[in-house]
């Protein structure tokens, strides 16, 4: 996308002197805008990927964030590498007092993790719990997690055509008992009953074979990742048609 | 493009993840990496398998790279000849100086083409961006306040840059330098026009101009050497070739056109007649510049959540494809 960076440059640097001098509405829209960035600085800096849940470094980064929009003047440099700065130096602050305070809990001698609260592990454990199940039903069909990359429709349009065809499938008694019984996405009747052409079938079977296994496994958690809140609203309006558990 | 992505597979060189479009990606693996947990993630944080390059293949393109570093070397003076240039940007003052530009529009070439005036130092210009270049160029105090012009020479090479991008940041510039010129133009400059320029040892812009001429021949004295007119050009105030040519856009409002007599310019479609008895022809509509900034992805609101940018393409990349 061609886009004017010398004006949005400009605009950005607008609004952070406006914020200064009183504009305090224009802070949340400044973060938000510069979200990205400050996790691309966090996870550069850490090693690691920042997550979107529970990360002390990201509490970090934002607080050096808010405080760079403060402090901020367009005379002595770029914004964005004086928000590095600040950013890096106050995460790396942050890791080093929690290694002080020994804050990191060692989980079966190899996975080390920082524990939010007991309801976020809860929580973790659950999700974790359905995806492992997901992973031996996805098995039981011949597919791999591994395997899913390839399949995934790249294209919107395309990836919402398969989810609603998934829903479409899982809803139909005779495809499904024909999916159940052969192990295989019926290929034939669907593209007879429902008009999808066989090379679109052919080259997203698995995804599409693992949208239908989530719809028809009752695992809740992950099927609210797998599948957008309109497909899954669609599949909750009609009965159960039993599952593969 | 930041994206959320739900890890479900951990193995020895990456992880399956499950992102916030519903795709299933295979992302780099990074200490720390749980299942079940959701991380942000960039394009740079997908999984790429590197693929094995015979030898022989291998020292073929080092010798290729090593060539064209060696001839772009020869063809492009002053720059440096190990970085892609994706446009040129000539500056017509005194003096005048032209500046080659990457993707990101940072300086990376430097070329000083006529004596006279101040100019900063061509190292202290070169890795800054084009926009603080010029900040450094325009004077803050001209010599002439009253013949006070400037002539900007464009040629986008890279399909990636757009011109009215490289016209803003020059618009911009003049807005900021202190005395703003009293005149100022803008050119288009062909890509093919660039190596004739730089032969001649003249500004992309004032090279154009000459062109343009030759091309006009039509006019009173048509027998005029080309090579003459080229000596003309290449001396001429940057004031009277703005003004005496109609191909310069103006890149300043109080800019006055060309004089009568001098070249007028491509016609001004004319006004729609009104048909007999008909209804008023539509007015022309203005088109209006796209005030909505889109703002960059900050992510989706959640798990199930859709993803309102509209972007096609996916970022599967377990065959190196991206």
């Known amino acids: 996308m061609d886009m004017n960076r010398a004006s949005q440059d400009e605009k950005l640097i607008d609004d952070i002197l406006r914020l200064q001098q009183g504009e305090e509405m224009l802070r949340e829209d400044l973060i938000r805008q510069l979200n990205p960035f400050l996790i691309h600085v966090i996870s550069r800096v850490t090693g690691r990927y920042v997550d979107a849940h529970n990360a002390p470094e990201y509490s970090a980064g934002l607080e050096a964030l808010s405080d760079a929009l403060d402090r901020f003047e367009p005379d002595r440099g770029n914004f964005l590498s004086f928000v590095s700065v600040l950013v890096r130096n106050r995460v790396l602050d942050g890791i080093r007092q929690e290694n002080r305070h020994g804050n990191t809990v060692p989980l079966e001698g190899v996975l080390e993790e920082t524990l939010a609260s007991p309801e976020d592990f809860t929580e973790r454990l659950s999700l974790k719990d359905e995806i492992q199940r997901f992973s031996r039903i996805l098995d039981q069909w011949g597919i791999a997690f591994d395997d899913l990359p390839e399949s995934s429709p790249r294209h919107r349009d395309t990836r919402e055509s398969m989810q609603k065809l998934s829903v479409e499938i899982w809803k139909d008694p005779v495809l499904m008992e024909s999916f159940r019984n052969r192990r295989r996405l019926p290929r034939k009747e669907i593209h007879r009953k429902l008009g999808v052409s066989d090379r679109v079938l052919t080259a997203h079977r698995s995804y599409v074979t693992a949208c239908v296994l989530l719809l028809d496994s009752g695992l809740e958690e992950i099927r609210q990742y797998l599948l957008p809140s309109e497909v899954n609203r669609d599949a909750e309006k009609s009965p159960d048609s039993g599952n593969t558990k | ?322």
């Open chain 2, 1 to 322: 493009m930041l994206r959320k992505a739900l890890i479900l597979e951990i193995r020895s060189k990456y992880a399956l993840a499950l992102n916030d479009r519903q795709e299933f990606v295979r992302l780099a693996k990074k200490p720390g990496m749980v299942v079940s947990r959701e991380v942000w993630y960039t394009p740079e944080d997908l999984y790429r398998k590197s693929r094995v390059i015979p030898v022989p293949v291998r020292l073929a393109a080092v010798a290729a790279a090593v060539l064209l570093v060696l001839v772009s070397g020869l063809l492009i003076p002053g720059g440096d000849p190990a970085a892609a240039v994706a446009a040129v940007v000539s500056v017509d003052m005194e003096p005048s100086v032209q500046l080659e530009l990457d993707r990101e529009l940072k300086v990376i070439g430097v070329r000083v083409l006529s004596d006279g005036g101040e100019l900063p130092e061509e190292e202290t210009l070169r890795g800054g961006s084009l926009q603080e270049a010029l900040d450094r160029i325009l004077p803050d105090s001209p010599d002439n306040p009253e013949d006070s012009t400037v002539l900007f020479g464009i040629t986008v090479l890279d399909e990636s840059l757009g011109e009215e991008q490289l016209e803003e940041i020059c618009r911009g510039a003049l807005i900021r330098a202190q005395h703003s010129p009293v005149h100022s133009g803008v050119l288009s400059v062909p890509a093919d026009s660039l190596t004739g320029a730089g032969s001649r040892g003249l500004s992309s812009g004032r090279y154009q101009i000459w062109l343009d001429t030759q091309e006009d021949e039509t006019g009173e004295n048509p027998a005029e050497d080309p090579e003459e007119r080229l000596e003309e050009i290449r001396n001429a105030p940057v004031g009277k070739l703005v003004r005496e040519n109609a191909r310069v856009r103006s890149l300043d409002k109080n800019v006055p056109g060309p004089p009568a007599g001098v070249n007028p310019g491509p016609p001004v479609p004319e006004k729609p007649e009104r048909e007999e008895g008909g209804a008023d022809p539509e007015p022309v509509q203005q088109e209006q510049g796209d005030d909505d900034e889109k703002a960059p992805d900050s992510g989706s609101p959640g798990p199930g959540g859709t993803d309102g940018s509209g972007r096609a393409g996916g970022e599967n990349s377990g065959s190196g494809n991206r």
